[in-house]
């Protein structure tokens, strides 16, 4: 799949992905030894996105399984189509039980949800399970049988192994602990916020028309608010938000008024605008 | 792979065991398969390799770095060069905090803690590398280092040749200060971990990566963590009391699955013809106990009772009516002070000390007299169903323990518990009074926060 690290770091970043040598070496590896990849990090730093650039550079078609509270077996694994099989029945009316019966658990009624999905067949895929963290504990134990073996028993048809493994990401925004069985199937990648470095090079990349010292200190605003205690910091998708938004309105230096009246964009809560606007030194109205 | 590497990736395991870092046998195989993929030329490629192999968590990382710094080193000895003077190497350490240069940040770290970091025979001042402190007493020390290198001295004069370089740039110049400081931390660390490398070349790996290597933070004792390691503590209150929620409330649904209701068992199965077919369990009215906490905020304990009423407090919609008393030699009530939204951890002790009489004529802590006014002033707050913890060391500064009082109100409570952060070993010895309490009242050891959170999860009543 991949050559080396500085191959993966180079061909994400011709799908406009900058990927931090952690994240390069975690997917190079993850390639190689044909393992799960957990991503975890706060939300906004590109976890659902990497899966995606991945998918992009290889070349692989990419399967999501959105986790929720209650996404359950006929959710993410497969179901069997009742309304195909009754009009089956109803079809064949003179036909003998046994017939009938072997016919309605063919492959022509299952329904593949996205893990079945990403087993079967021969191409390239990327399995993303995203925000693993929101689905029940009972789906974990749904997932070590996939991400370990990489096969799916059908109890109808019969086990179902994987000819080519497809390339998975799981992403976490910790809001539960994920079970030590299913982390020790994985390899762990944390995903922060990027250095100061790269975070230009993201916005750059971004948003290309915004003038590169305007850049260079937003990111350094940034990445002050992200030292402050606040109840949510900013992250890579509030930056390029706020790039976007110094854009569009024309500015070309940033000062006090503009950042007084533009930091609503970066911070989500009115206590934070407020910490924050103490912090800088802003006079607030 | 080589035998010598095999054989390091697995004593960086053992190590990591050691700190309490769960790895198993698959994941140390994939460790090695990560170091034969990636190769050995790239020591940042091979640590966030071993990193993404090893690890589950990302609190694990904080173990890992410094032990993985140990086992693979950035080089071996001294950087080759002459011992460099504290004047010139001041001058290049601003020069790289200014370019915010890493990799020259870190050969001069290399250097620093070779001019200045060796103590022991070879004398103040130290020599170049290769000559370096005698075996025996001595060693290499990064307090030392950073104590004649001084870099926080460097913020002025780095800022005032960065304002030049860019004129005064406007907006983020108020930012400037706060960064340079960012990355004197930064230097300061690397300085620490070059002197633990260098220690651990002249006393054997394994004894250093067990010794000078900081605890997880749900290891750290309370009563020796520092001021940032009780900030990191109390950052993580608020998960930790998320996990114990839902522990506490899947144990009230599994309570709830319980005992027959036999008059509605029987009612029901007049229409099995008398069968029993489908046992009715009784319903279960949801128990929101009381609780009242008694704090001892003195300074000897107060990172430790801090913590513990955050944690109540974050679990506050788990109890009908939380109830918090802080002491010192008198007590009183602080329930309003860590009253939701108002709630900013770090200023929590000021503001107790602050907004609450704790104190009569002296400052130290008297278990007795707060007790007995705590059971005369604020008796009615404790009933039959209230549980009631006392957080402290049981330290009476060698006053009267006054046992009837807490006698009075544990009896009158329908649970008593007491949290000490002090080892067990350690009760009894001066003026502790924890054995004279422990015969009224259960008594439970509680040095950090992993302990504190298997007790919540077990004493409180559901």
Not at chain 2, 4 to 14: C, K, N, P
Not at chain 2, 78 to 89: D, F, H, S, V, Y
Not at chain 2, 148 to 170: E, F, S
């Amino acid at each position: 799949m991949f050559t080396s690290v500085d191959d993966v770091s180079a061909r994400l970043a011709e799908t406009g992905y900058l990927a931090s040598p952690a994240v390069a070496t975690t997917v190079f590896l993850a390639a190689r030894l044909g393992k799960p990849l957990l991503v975890e990090g706060p939300a906004g730093v590109g976890k659902t996105e990497l899966a995606k650039a991945v998918a992009r550079v290889t070349d692989a078609r990419l399967v999501r399984l959105q986790c929720y509270e209650g996404v359950d077996e006929s959710r993410a694994l497969y179901e069997w189509n009742h309304a195909k099989q009754l009009l089956r029945i109803s079809a064949g009316r003179d036909e003998s039980w046994d017939e009938a019966r072997t016919d309605i658990f063919g492959e022509e009624f299952l329904l593949p949800r996205p893990l079945l999905t990403a087993i079967r067949g021969d191409d390239a895929k990327v399995l993303l399970i995203d925000e693993t963290d929101k689905a029940d504990v009972e789906v974990e134990g749904l997932l070590l049988e996939v991400l370990s073996d990489f096969q799916v028993t059908v109890p109808e048809l019969g086990t179902v192994t994987a000819t080519r493994r497809p390339f998975v990401v799981l992403t976490s925004n910790a809001s539960r602990e994920l079970s030590e069985a299913l982390r020790r199937r994985c390899l762990f990648l944390h995903i922060g916020f990027p250095e100061e470095e790269l975070e230009r090079r993201i916005v750059r990349l971004k948003v290309p028309d915004l003038d590169e010292t305007l850049a260079g200190s937003l990111v350094r605003v940034v990445g002050a608010l992200r030292a402050m205690e606040l109840r949510k910091v900013p992250s890579v998708a509030e930056t390029v938000d706020w790039a976007r938004t110094l854009l569009a309105l024309g500015a070309d230096t940033l000062d006090e008024a503009l950042v007084r009246d533009t930091l609503g964009v970066v911070l989500k809560h009115q206590d934070d605008v407020l910490r924050a606007a103490a912090k800088l030194d802003l006079d607030t109205l | 792979m080589t035998t010598g590497v095999a054989e390091r990736v697995t004593s960086l395991v053992a190590s990591l065991r050691a700190h309490g870092v769960r790895v198993g046998t698959g994941e140390s195989v994939d460790a090695a398969r990560a170091v034969e993929a990636l190769g050995l030329a790239d020591r940042e490629l091979l640590r966030e390799g071993l990193a993404a192999t090893l690890l589950h968590t990302a609190d694990q990382r904080r173990v890992f770095d410094p032990v993985f710094d140990v086992y693979f080193p950035r080089g071996v000895g001294g950087p080759g060069t002459g011992p460099a003077g504290r004047e010139e190497l001041r001058d290049r350490l601003a020069a790289a905090l200014a370019d915010d240069d890493r990799t020259l940040l870190a050969r001069l770290a290399g250097e620093a803690v070779d001019g200045f970091g060796a103590y022991g025979s070879s004398g103040a001042g130290g020599g170049p590398g290769a000559s370096g402190p005698s075996p025996g007493s001595d060693g290499w020390s990064s307090h030392q280092t950073l104590d004649r290198l001084r870099p926080q001295t460097l913020l002025a004069r780095v800022r005032d040749d960065l304002r030049a370089r860019g004129g005064a740039a406007g907006f983020t110049d108020r930012l400037l200060e706060d960064e340079i400081r960012r990355r004197i931390e930064v230097f300061r660390r690397l300085v620490a971990a070059e002197a633990r490398r260098r220690v651990a070349e002249r006393r054997g790996r394994d004894e250093i990566a067990r010794r000078a290597v900081a605890p997880t933070p749900d290891r750290v004792d309370f009563l020796v963590a520092g001021q940032a390691q009780l900030a990191d503590l109390r950052r993580t209150v608020r998960p930790l009391a998320r996990k114990l929620a839902t522990r506490l409330t899947a144990r009230r649904r599994r309570a709830s699955r319980g005992s027959i209701d036999l008059r509605r068992t029987l009612r029901g199965s007049l229409s099995t013809g008398g069968v029993p077919m489908k046992p009715v369990l009784r319903r279960r009215r949801p128990v929101r106990p009381e609780l009242v906490l008694l704090c001892d905020v003195s300074g000897s304990v107060a990172g430790f009772s801090d913590f513990t009423m955050l944690l109540v407090q974050a679990l506050h919609d788990q109890f009908a009516k939380v109830r918090v008393f802080a002491f010192v030699n008198r007590i009183d009530e602080v329930t309003g002070l860590l009253a939701h939204g108002t709630a900013d951890p770090e200023g929590l002790g000021a503001r107790i000390g602050a907004e609450a009489r704790l104190t009569g004529w002296h400052g130290s802590s008297d278990y007795g007299v707060a007790l007995g006014e705590f059971a005369e002033r604020y008796g009615d707050a404790v009933g039959p169903r209230t549980t009631v913890f006392v957080l402290g060391d049981a330290r009476t500064n060698m006053s009267d323990p006054n046992l009837p009082a807490l006698r009075r109100i544990t009896g009158r409570a329908r649970r008593g518990y007491w949290l000490n952060p002090e080892p067990r070993s350690r009760w009894g010895t001066g003026d502790s009074a924890a054995p004279a309490y422990a015969e009224l009242i259960e008594m439970h050891e509680c040095r950090n926060v992993r302990q504190l959170g298997a007790l919540v999860s077990r004493l409180l009543p559901v």
